[in-house]
């Protein structure tokens, strides 16, 4: 038994430093998608929740108990999945898996997290807990995993440090029509090059920033979808992988700049999805440091390896390109609460896929989401596609 | 210059900086070998911004080191910032926590 699943309705916060408290936001973005998907709250069969870091950040644990309590709703199963950057991509994926094996036809997906409680340099910690004791205990933090991996691929394609800093200055283009945005000012070249170093090369305004914030997903049985919307987004593929537990593994395959979870949960989707990248209008991608926006870009199939960099100065990447990348603004300029960003490119896609979207992408039927986390520990990839689009 | 432990899988022969269940060729015998902490820099990063712990220590920088024995390392490089890809590099393993130090030869 194989249920299809579609989308009925989306919800985000503005992302940024907030004061609400985590459950405040995650509820907002519940609230927000549940109106958006015209249910009634007792249709909900079952809720996942994406986090990370809660019991450190905000002191706040069991969480998809209080989101649930929130709703006013008992019985139903719900739990909290934590797969680093991925959590909330991950929590789509179970929604997929449970509605297509018929354990429920209704799910919601909150992605949610408050990272700016916490000091810098806190939070840098809780998220080098990601790694293992054999790097976290020599000092390794997550912007110096990309920091490595920009030096080897500047190294490998012969890329100048302008053109990583070219891909923040699109994002912050990108995300100043975006009202959840957290950065909707435009920067130069010369201001990211010039802002505080963080792991060399990254300077701050290569890096994704610190946010508080939530979004929230409703999924449903295909063949269910109708009954609340009149234009589902159904979801054609969900595929995850997992990869590395250490850096150095990642440099004892073959190319560090290639990652394979990435690669690899590419090809699953396109496969069940029966279509290649070029079928894809736009992708909403993991670029949590500007490097990270091109190997992304290669590991996904759009562009050859190496040649991102070219993409992106010919225009490729613009809104209008050949491949539009990250028209939300993507995690450095959007903003990156960790646990809620798979959530959030769903709710920007959706956006898309139904023509609304702040910076829209014209003509979009189909539409890629992907996260990775840890050191290319887990990624995902998500395909979706507006009903009635030739598959 | 004191050699570095690792593990090396009795069946293919891949070394594993730290001891797996199995092997990915699916064994579960390993055999701790020793092996020259000698290498080159593959990558390396100078951390600014770092956990309350390290935060004494900024800037400093780690290294992917390419062992010449085979697998790769990540290590603190202690005797300054001023490494570059390709510099050889003798790797020091310090007390019983999995910590790496990178000293580099040339300086």
């Keep these: 038994m194989s249920h299809s699943v579609s989308v009925i309705g989306v919800g985000a916060t503005r992302f940024g430093e907030r004061d609400p408290p985590l459950l405040d936001l995650a509820a907002e973005a519940s609230h927000e998608a549940i109106e958006d998907a015209g249910i009634g709250r007792d249709e909900i069969d079952s809720v996942i929740i994406g986090n990370v870091g809660s019991a450190v950040f905000s002191e706040q644990a069991t969480l998809s108990g209080h989101v649930v309590r929130g709703l006013g709703l008992h019985d139903i199963p719900a739990e909290t999945v934590e797969n680093a950057c991925s959590s909330s991509s991950v929590a789509l994926r179970n929604a997929c898996t449970r509605i297509a094996g018929g354990a429920a036809d209704v799910v919601l997906v909150v992605g949610v997290e408050k990272m700016t409680d916490a000091s810098t340099a806190d939070a840098t910690r809780m998220m080098s807990s990601g790694y293992r004791d054999i790097e976290r205990s020599i000092g390794m933090t997550f912007p110096g995993f990309f920091g490595v991996l920009m030096r080897r691929y500047m190294d490998a394609y012969d890329v100048d440090r302008e053109t990583f800093a070219q891909v923040a200055v699109n994002s912050h283009a990108n995300a100043q029509s975006n009202p959840i945005a957290q950065y909707r000012d435009p920067v130069t070249v010369d201001e990211v090059l010039n802002s505080p170093p963080v792991a060399d090369p990254l300077r701050l305004l290569d890096c994704s920033p610190m946010s508080d914030g939530a979004a929230a997903v409703v999924l449903c049985r295909a063949e269910r979808a109708t009954e609340f919307v009149a234009d589902p987004i159904d979801v054609t593929a969900s595929a995850q992988t997992s990869g590395y537990s250490t850096l150095a593994e990642l440099f004892d395959s073959e190319d560090p700049t290639t990652l394979r979870p990435t690669v690899t949960a590419a090809e699953s989707a396109y496969k069940q999805a029966g279509i290649g990248p070029d079928a894809v209008d736009l992708v909403e991608l993991h670029d949590c440091f500007t490097p990270a926006a091109f190997i992304d870009l290669e590991d996904l199939g759009f562009v050859p390896k190496g040649t991102a960099p070219d993409a992106l100065i010919e225009g490729q990447t613009t809104v209008e390109g050949k491949i539009p990348v990250n028209p939300s603004g993507g995690l450095l300029s959007r903003g990156h609460p960790i646990g809620a960003t798979g959530a959030a490119q769903v709710y920007e896609v959706v956006k898309q896929l139904r023509g609304t979207a702040p910076s829209q992408v014209p003509n979009a039927t189909r539409a890629m989401t992907h996260t990775m986390g840890g050191v290319s520990s887990v990624a995902v990839v998500h395909l979706l596609q507006q009903r009635g689009v030739e598959r | ?107």
């Excluded at chain 2, 990558?43 to 085979?70: C, K, N, Q, R, W």
């Excluded at chain 2, 005797?79 to 030869?105: C, F, I, K, M, P």
Aim: hydrophobic share 35%; glycine share 6%; charged share 20%.
């Design chain 2, 1 to 107: 210059m004191t050699d570095l432990s690792i593990s090396r899988c009795t069946e293919c022969g891949a070394v594993h900086v730290t001891e797996p269940v199995y092997c990915d060729c699916g064994s579960e015998l390993f055999t701790t070998d020793r092996i020259p902490p000698t290498g080159q820099i593959d990558s390396h990063t100078t951390i600014h911004v770092a956990p309350p712990e390290f935060e004494a220590a900024t800037p400093y920088t780690i290294a992917v080191v390419d062992l010449d024995a085979g697998p790769h390392v990540t290590a603190r490089v202690t005797n300054g910032l001023d490494v570059a890809t390709g510099d050889t590099v003798v790797v020091e393993r310090r007390n019983n926590v999995q910590h790496w130090v990178a000293e580099s030869n040339d300086s």
